[in-house]
């Protein structure tokens, strides 16, 4: 289905499950699309409602041109829920959409019942990076961007293992629309959300990947740390895409989590 934004911009969302079951919004991470979520939708689905959606700029949803913000995304979020007639639910969100998920615990509370935050930071001190990075995919496009980026994003041993999943995620990145990537990745160099922590209340299931970054591991840490109550998964054989990484153990954590939060 579609559904209309708070300006218009024009989103694909996926509903599946029960009317009347708690709800579920997932949002996926840079340059993928709802897809990501399938293996976690199939098993989210037998106990919740399961909204998922491509993020304006991605896969069949609009792409205007940035840049965005996670006040904008947010809106996205929220617009997604009114059209359904949904008052509340709960928010998985990775990388990127995560980001999404914190903006929503602290400034909707109202409308969300918990969170779960995968593989995803609250800052990103390199501003050039991205200016740099938007510069490319503006000048050359995203072949090699979607390249790099999932490569980096995938372990070796899974990127071995499984090559025509890897080249998937590759495609899709590559295809996503050029203004949507620039007005994710200005979303990326402005986000600061260090000062949102502290207000979210909700119940919160934060993600790492065992073999991130350090500083990402530690972030991790530090981000549950900063949430009461938080609960901390560092996914062993994951980098930066657990869900895909390591979907059994992924999957089971989150399907868990979230049973017990919203009973």
């Known amino acids: 289905m579609i559904v209309n934004s708070h300006d218009g911009t024009r989103l694909h969302v996926v509903v599946e499950g029960w009317t009347n079951a708690p709800a579920v919004l997932l949002s996926h991470s840079l340059g993928s699309t709802l ?6 939708a199939a098993e989210l689905v037998a106990d919740f409602r399961v909204i998922r959606y491509d993020s304006r700029g991605h896969g069949q949803s ?3 041109s940035g840049p965005y913000s996670n006040a904008m995304l947010g809106a996205d979020a929220l617009s997604i829920l009114d059209a359904l007639g949904i008052a509340h639910a709960a928010f998985v969100g990775l990388s990127k959409g995560a980001m999404t998920g914190m903006w929503l615990g602290a400034e909707a509370p109202e409308r969300v019942d918990a969170l ?8 990103i001190p390199n501003k050039t990076m991205w200016d740099e990075t938007i510069d490319r995919a503006r000048s050359e496009g995203l072949e090699g961007i979607g390249r790099e980026t999932i490569e980096r994003w995938l372990g070796e041993t899974f990127r071995s ?3 025509d999943e890897v080249e998937h995620h590759v495609a899709v990145m590559q295809a996503m629309s050029v203004d ?8 990326l160099r402005d986000v600061d959300l260090r000062n949102r922590l502290e207000h979210i209340r909700q119940p919160t299931l934060v993600v790492a990947g065992a073999d991130d970054l350090p500083v990402a591991v530690e972030g991790a840490k530090a981000m549950a740390a900063s949430i009461a109550g938080a609960e901390l998964l560092v996914v062993p054989d994951a980098v930066h ?3 895909i990484e390591n979907a059994p153990v992924f999957n089971a954590a989150v399907t868990n989590f979230l049973r017990k939060a919203l009973r």
């Open 62 to 64: 609009d792409a205007p």
């Open 161 to 163: 293992a499984h090559r």
């Open 241 to 243: 895409l657990s869900p």
């Open 180 to 187: 949507g990537y620039a007005g994710s990745c200005a979303l």
């Open 116 to 123: 779960v935050l995968a593989n995803t930071t609250t800052f």
């Open 35 to 40: 897809s990501i979520w399938d293996s976690l």
